[in-house]
């Protein structure tokens, strides 16, 4: 059997015109607040029934850039009642590689209001990779296939690794369990603990991701928190670099790649002195091949019509969407 090999241009942005393919909704509000993310939610929750899994990246200790818990607290209280946050722990050896440490890690945070469910505590399970080329199963926390239904409430940002952590990363990492799983990933046998980059990692992070989402099938919906967007993930806590990208606003879709796509789309719509380290991130980690990988896999649509929810739900473009950005103020 031929050994897979990477693909190319993840360092190369696609504008929307040499796109094909149909076109998936993506809603829009430029509302950064509790009453934002309901309204952005309640736009692609048809379908989310049954016991629902939260994933969302709840951070290290004192993390300044996380979703605010107030935000997430009325959204579960008011759409999600019974819903659990879910939440795996951590490959690198911090504030959340062990249950306990991250049970510590979740109090000093905040997340206090309702249950949070380490889904990787006790056990994991395999679920099947359909048409990937570098795993034919991921492993997941167990707990994981307890839940009927998941809503990916991403905050969107850089990231070390992969450029930009949006909707796959956020269930692509943050489903794979921490010790097996997130090895698969990560490091080739042998080799350091982050051996794996650029084209490679991206393709193996998507393979994950859709691991999940298969399992979900359209019981799974995705909101990306544009706000606070450090080039560092949200693993770096207190140590991640300093915001210098304009909030913008919060996109949800039943599309992982659509809401994806356009969340980077906002991103180069800004100007040059908006989103030039933002960009650079971006393009140094070859991130974009996230997003033409996701395509090749059948994960969505990389064209989109984007709704603003402000507006009377009309159309509007990318470049719409940043007129009129605030530089960040901490």
């Known amino acids: 059997m031929e050994e897979p090999r990477p693909g190319t241009g993840g360092e190369t942005y696609v504008p929307y015109e040499s796109r094909v393919g149909n076109e998936s909704l993506v809603y829009f509000t430029r509302d950064l607040s509790a009453k934002g993310l309901r309204k952005a939610y309640e736009k692609v929750s048809a379908d989310i029934v049954g016991k629902v899994g939260v994933k969302l990246h709840t951070g290290e200790k004192n993390g300044p850039n996380i979703i605010p818990r107030p935000w997430v607290r009325d959204l579960l209280a008011a759409d999600l009642p019974d819903a659990s946050i879910i939440e795996t722990n951590t490959y690198y050896d911090g504030d959340r590689y062990t249950t306990e440490r991250h ?58 690794q992969g450029g930009f952590g949006g909707s796959n990363k956020n269930i692509g990492i943050g489903c794979a369990d921490g010790r097996i799983g997130k090895k698969m990933i990560h490091t080739w046998p042998g080799q350091g603990q982050w051996s794996i980059a650029t084209e490679e990692f991206m393709e193996r992070m998507c393979e994950s991701t859709k691991a999940t989402i298969d399992h979900f099938g ?14 560092s993930c949200d693993c770096e806590g207190t140590s991640a670099a300093p915001v210098v990208t304009p909030n913008v606003g919060i996109l949800a879709s039943t599309d992982i790649l659509a809401v994806d796509q356009a969340s980077v789309d906002i991103v180069y719509a800004m100007r040059e002195d908006e989103h030039h380290d933002l960009v650079e991130r971006i393009e140094s980690r070859h991130g974009l091949r996230q997003l033409s990988y996701m395509k090749e896999l059948g994960m969505g649509n990389d064209r989109y019509v984007l709704i603003d929810l402000d507006n009377d739900e009309r159309r509007i473009y990318p470049a719409d969407a940043v007129q009129g950005l605030v530089p960040f103020a901490g």
């Open 103 to 160: 049970r510590e890690t979740l109090k000093v945070n905040g997340w206090d209001f309702c249950p949070v469910d380490i889904i990787d505590d006790k056990a994991t399970a395999d679920l099947p990779v359909v048409g990937g080329k570098w795993f034919d199963h991921m492993t997941v926390g167990a707990g994981l296939l307890d839940y009927d239904s998941m809503v990916a409430l991403t905050h969107f940002k850089g990231h070390t």
């Open 218 to 231: 359209k019981h799974v919906t995705y909101v990306n928190v544009m706000r606070n967007m450090s080039v």
